[in-house]
């Protein structure tokens, strides 16, 4: 038969019996709904996680340091001894990172421990600064106050743990002052030969005088972006780093470099952090940074790990979702053994009218792929309702308890064809058996049925 | 009258099958020959295999020995597939109960064959109407086979055999659920149609005052044995 014919004939054979096929259908709809609403709290799970770290610069920021930065610890001494000098992560390196392509940003890591007094009383914390792109991240979500305004503010962002050291009502801490004791590193002359200083006779050298910076609290957050990955400790006092690099405070490689004899009054950065244009491209960009000659290290391999376990926890829950569509599977087998018993004879007089065991069997086959098809489709908008009122409850939920909303479910096109096909297949597996004993149904017998 | 060339050569057919313990030979080693526009009809008592054997033409049951030549093949060596085609373009059916499909239309029910025929679409409307004149019903094209009365419906299954042109037209009972009135108006209704198209008739019955009338030869069986032929004096058809 052509195929037209058969879909004609299908879908005519469907229209018959139409409340128990409705009813199958339904039982397939029931379960394709599961399947989707299952994987969609899934996928929703996996890209509100991967929002929150795309936003967190944790995925996208590659950490680069000198070669000789980390060198040391353990390595064989040949290993330290090398011909060539390390390159220095000067302002000749980082123009040459910013040129690289598929850089966003490059910005240099400020970060130093240091007093800060508030209401005459000193506390100990670790300072540092914040790109203005830190704006967009996920950190600053839902934080009380604002970000800075410019990026050479006098300002202060706290983290909630060291403003709760500061007060015991960290909001009314939003627009007092605070002040910054830091140590300035000031460059000496190359005349100048203060063997006090500490420096070397290389000429030139740095001194450590201390300073003071008024700083007005702006916001409370509830933890520095990227967690302080990349630096020395978790920062509890955040400023915008335009004001950070004009403090010049001396910092932890400071005095490495005291040791080391290079007193050089060319900036030379301990880190840089390189942002990607997107965390796709952190790899191919790490690899060009290797190129240059520095250390380069990125979350990427936590990534791809993090990717793993939501494929598999994808996975784990298409095996439950799919549970139910598993047992609208056999409403499918039975609908369709019921049919081949009433239509016992019809099958016979299509036999003795010229009908092949094929034509037969793929009339069976395409009433099976129908009811999957039908019930794929209405399927995958249950499921998408479900996630919704799921996402919904649990937002009126999360507004109780004064959390922000989330976006718990998310049925991607991907996910509604997958559930589209998965259904048609499964239910045409259904079908199988059915159409095959329809098929090998011997026509006398089945014309002699009453 | 009968061509020379068969339109069908039975040859020392049987066909046994097991039931519990016992060997029923439902049709005994017949052989018969069916010439090419000859009305044929299969007498017999209830039980005398006369239905096995017009299944066994029909291709719809195999012999379990013997050979059925028709339209150049043994049957009885077909593939599944061949006896499909076989009974979809050589073979045309006829039941006692019409076989005809309740949810479809007299028109659809009508173009099933040419379906399965897989006859072009735009083919079909023309083929049907011509079917359906044929029996006089194409005033009821729309109707569905309950709306019909048993002799209106044993003319739509007529024309739903005749739709694909068949050679032979096989009737199994195809009075046995009509009044006598009206079974009569069908009888001559083929033997018009087989003096019009040429084509070979062989029809069961138990009705052999009317076999007499109609069919050009009467093949007697008993216990699935062939008994005898006898010629028959035409009816009123001729």
């Known amino acids: 038969m052509k195929p037209r014919d058969l879909t004609d004939l299908a879908l005519r054979n469907l229209r018959e019996a139409v409340l128990r096929n409705s009813l199958t259908t339904l039982g397939v709809a029931v379960g394709v709904a599961s399947f989707v609403a299952i994987l969609s709290l899934g996928v929703g799970l996996q890209q509100m996680a991967a929002k929150r770290l795309a936003q967190s610069g944790l995925f996208d920021t590659i950490f680069v340091t000198p070669k000789n930065n980390f060198r040391g610890m353990g390595r064989p001494q040949r290993e330290l001894e090398s011909d060539k000098p390390p390159r220095p992560l000067d302002e000749d390196a980082r123009h040459e990172l910013e040129r690289l392509p598929n850089a966003l940003e490059v910005y240099p890591q400020v970060r130093f421990f240091t007093e800060v007094r508030f209401n005459d009383k000193p506390f100990g914390t670790v300072v540092a600064g914040l790109p203005d792109s830190s704006r967009n991240s996920g950190a600053f979500d839902g934080m009380q106050g604002n970000f800075f305004s410019s990026t050479s503010a006098d300002e202060a962002i706290l983290q909630i743990e060291f403003a709760k050291d500061l007060s015991k009502d960290p909001p009314s801490l939003l627009g007092q002052n605070l002040t910054l004791r830091y140590a300035e590193r000031q460059a000496i002359p190359a005349t100048a030969n203060d063997a006090s200083s500490g420096a070397g006779d290389s000429g030139g050298g740095f001194s450590v005088v201390p300073k003071e910076l008024k700083l007005t609290i702006v916001g409370i957050v509830e933890t520095e972006p990227a967690a302080g990955f990349g630096g020395s400790g978790n920062a509890r006092l955040l400023i915008p780093l335009g004001t950070a690099s004009k403090l010049r405070a001396a910092q932890v490689n400071d005095l490495r470099d005291i040791v080391r004899g290079s007193t050089s009054t060319k900036t030379v950065y301990p880190t840089l952090s390189v942002r990607a244009k997107s965390p796709s491209q952190v790899e191919a960009l790490e690899a060009s940074i290797k190129n240059l000659g520095f250390n380069a290290f990125s979350l990427l391999d936590a990534s791809n790990s993090l990717r793993t376990f939501f494929k598999v926890f994808d996975l784990l829950l298409g095996i439950f979702g799919s549970l139910a569509l598993a047992v609208a599977t056999l409403g499918i087998v039975n609908t369709l053994v019921m049919a081949i018993l009433e239509r016992r004879r019809e099958i016979g007089v299509l036999k003795a009218l010229g009908a092949a065991d094929s034509d037969v069997q793929q009339l069976f086959f395409l009433e099976a792929g129908v009811m999957g098809f039908l019930g794929g489709i209405l399927g995958v908008g249950f499921g998408w309702l479900l996630g919704r009122a799921i996402t919904f409850g649990t937002n009126i939920y999360l507004k109780q308890q004064n959390l922000n909303p989330i976006e718990l479910s998310s049925v991607p096109w991907w996910l509604a064809v997958l559930a589209l096909v998965f259904s048609v297949i499964v239910s045409l597996i259904a079908g199988l058996y059915p159409a095959s004993r329809a098929a090998k149904l011997n026509p006398v017998d089945a014309l002699r049925y009453e | ?238």
Do not use: W
Request: hydrophobic share 40%.
């Open chain 2, 1 to 238: 009258m009968p061509d020379t060339q068969p339109a069908v050569q039975l040859d020392h057919i049987s066909r046994h099958y097991q039931m519990g313990e016992t060997r029923v030979r439902a049709v005994d080693d017949v052989t018969l020959s069916v010439a090419r526009g000859e009305y044929l009809a299969l007498l017999g008592s209830s039980g005398s295999g006369k239905s096995t054997l017009l299944n066994l033409i029909a291709g719809l049951d195999r012999p379990t020995a013997g050979a059925i030549l028709a339209n150049g093949a043994n049957l009885a060596e077909l593939s599944p597939l061949d006896l499909a085609r076989y009974r979809c373009n050589t073979i045309g059916m006829i039941f006692q109960s019409f076989n005809l499909l309740p949810r479809m239309t007299l028109e659809e029910n009508v173009e099933l064959p040419l379906r399965l025929a897989e006859v072009d679409h735009s083919a079909r409307p023309g083929r049907v109407r011509e079917a359906l004149e044929r029996v006089r019903l194409t005033h009821r094209l729309g109707h569905r086979p309950t709306e019909l009365s048993g002799g209106e419906q044993q003319r739509v299954a007529i024309a739903r055999a005749l739709v694909n042109r068949p050679q032979i037209l096989l009737a199994d009972e195809p009075t046995g659920n009509l009044d006598s009135t009206t079974g009569e108006t069908i009888l001559s209704l083929l033997r018009e149609l087989q003096a019009q198209l040429g084509m070979t008739i062989v029809m069961v019955t138990h009705e052999r005052p009317l076999a007499e009338r109609f069919a050009d030869r009467l093949a007697t069986m008993g216990d699935g044995k062939l008994l005898g032929i006898t010629s028959a004096a035409r009816g009123p058809a001729q």
